[in-house]
């Protein structure tokens, strides 16, 4: 495995847009400080969104980790690029024919996949830690380390999409085809299912049990929107008669769903690679 990564460390390190793109997602992924100095001063209306629980314990891992999760098209595009480049560099045949077989050279940019996946979540918690430490209002042991499941959703669900980008990658070949194509799906599964939502079976849960075995979709639906759990939000829906008292918590049949398709985009990347003619 450590050969492997070795291998796709030494490609990332020779582009120049590679890295650029990572430095620029962690640079994001620390921004998520800078919502602490986010204050609204509107004459008699203050409002200071540090003050409002954000990143109280335990909390925070919901609020951060589905923040995070905006910004992984940053890296969605070093995976692609990755891909693209095999091709266009001719790196791809050259490994092949120094000896790396189809097999380890689709686990090489799985294991690129989850090391990134896995850094990004230990950068997430680490960030976590330290607003927690400065803001939250609970600081005893048990409810610091309590919801971490959100980190291991947020994982699996970078774990799933850039094994989505990798899989549009090996079967595009370019780069910018592939990004697109992801968006173009993104925009399918959405207008299909409010379709169904809103038009074909309104007022059930058809939907919604049908598209949380859609790819994106399942991916979205690991961590839900954590902003209805805010006491504020809640006492400004109870004054206009809104109930926004919605269940949230990590699922395990929906992370299961998400680590399917995972499975299915790796294996699809491996089935293109061997039977396509190089």
């Known amino acids: 495995m450590l050969r492997l990564l070795n291998i796709e460390i030494h490609k990332l390190k020779n582009s120049r847009a590679s890295i650029v793109l990572i430095i620029t997602y962690f640079a994001l992924l620390t921004s998520i400080a ?60 050259q490994n092949l024919i120094d000896g790396l077989s189809k097999k380890e050279f689709i686990l090489s940019k799985f294991y690129t996949v989850v090391l990134f996946a896995l850094i990004s979540t230990v950068f997430v918690f680490i960030v976590s830690i330290v607003l927690g430490m400065i803001y939250s209002d609970y600081n005893e042991i048990s409810i610091i380390f309590s919801d971490l499941e959100y980190l291991v959703a947020f994982f699996v669900k970078l774990m799933g999409f850039f094994s989505f980008g990798l899989f549009l990658g090996m079967l595009i070949k370019r780069s910018a085809f592939a990004v697109g194509a992801m968006l173009i799906w993104f925009f399918a599964e959405t207008i299909g299912y409010n379709i169904l939502k809103w038009n074909v079976f309104k007022g059930t849960d058809i939907a919604d049990n049908i598209f949380q075995f859609a790819p994106l979709k399942a991916m979205w639906n690991l961590i839900d929107e954590p902003f209805s759990r805010l006491n504020a939000v809640r006492t400004l829906a109870n004054q206009i008669g809104e109930d926004i008292s919605a269940e949230h918590g990590v699922e395990l049949y929906e992370i299961l769903i998400v680590l399917g398709w995972t499975f299915i985009f790796i294996y699809g990347s491996y089935y293109l690679l061997k039977v396509r003619d190089l």
């Open 34 to 93: 800078l919502i602490a100095a986010i204050k609204f001063d509107i004459g008699p209306i203050q409002f200071h969104l540090a003050e409002q629980g954000i990143f109280n314990f335990p909390y925070i891992w919901h609020f951060n980790t589905f923040i995070a999760a905006f910004f992984k098209l940053f890296l969605l595009l070093v995976i692609v690029s990755m891909m693209a480049n095999e091709y266009s560099n001719k790196t791809l045949k």
